[in-house]
């Protein structure tokens, strides 16, 4: 079985740009949550989604944003980029017999200069 | 609230030596789950190990077992004759049930293994 994917795995963008950063789950898995992963704060969950529909939200600002679409696809969006955004954004999926383990993609190295 | 504690930073060790990797954590709620996960240089958080808050029997897996004891809401792994490719960064993680699909990371622990 193909594990989680995520494209793009580096981006460079600039202040008050905006970015898309794509995830593809492990077949048969419905659920998708998304964290970020910085020196300073560690992994923090940003939110998950199940069936197209957002079921939880960690504590980030309106700038970032996701969604999920009928084949389990997610993309998260950051608008207006800041310096502080640079990390690395890991999602990860779940179903199946062990609903409860998240398995996790290669991540996406965002840099914001 | 719910937290995960790795007090220890970075840890060396040289190749064939033991290590125990600690975890505290702290929740009210009685149903949970604890995870161990490894993250090499490559960026992946791979999955080691799950256990829920029920089950409370050590694991032992090859060279890595774990050991969970609610008592001193701890979760602690130990590697067994490290080995260089176990150089990484270990998190360990806590999930509530019913708060869906969020993980609570400690800050990890860098471990080292030099040859």
């Known amino acids: 079985k193909a594990g989680v994917t995520q494209t793009p795995r580096y981006l460079i963008k600039t202040r008050g740009q905006q970015v898309t950063l794509s995830c593809s789950p492990i077949s048969g898995h419905r659920s998708v949550s998304w964290y970020q992963q910085t020196p300073g704060q560690g992994l923090q969950f940003l939110f998950e989604?199940?069936?197209?529909?957002?079921?939880n939200k960690g504590n980030f600002p309106g700038r970032f944003s996701g969604r999920q679409f009928s084949n389990s696809r997610s993309e998260m969006n950051v608008s207006t980029l800041e310096l502080g955004d640079s990390a690395l954004y890991l999602c990860?999926?779940?179903?199946?017999?062990?609903?409860?383990?998240?398995?996790f993609g290669p991540g996406t190295r965002l840099l914001v200069l | 609230a719910q937290k995960v504690t790795q007090a220890q930073t970075e840890i060396s060790v040289v190749e064939k030596e033991d290590v125990t990797l600690d975890c505290v954590y702290e929740?009210?709620?009685?149903?949970?789950?604890l995870f161990w996960y490894k993250q090499p240089p490559s960026g992946e958080l791979v999955f080691l190990i799950r256990r829920n808050s029920f089950d409370e029997q050590n694991e032992i897996s090859g060279r890595y077992s774990w050991n969970f004891q609610k008592s001193t809401s701890s979760f602690n792994f130990t590697i067994t004759a490290s080995q260089v490719v176990d150089s990484a960064v270990y998190f360990c993680?806590?999930?509530?049930?019913?708060?869906?699909?969020?993980?609570?990371f400690g800050q990890g622990t860098t471990l080292q293994v030099k040859p």
């Open positions: 993680a806590l999930s509530i049930v019913g708060n869906t699909g969020k993980l609570i």
């Open positions: 990860a999926s779940s179903g199946g017999r062990s609903i409860e383990t998240q398995y």
């Open positions: 989604y199940f069936s197209e529909t957002q079921r």
């Open positions: 929740t009210r709620d009685t149903t949970y789950y």
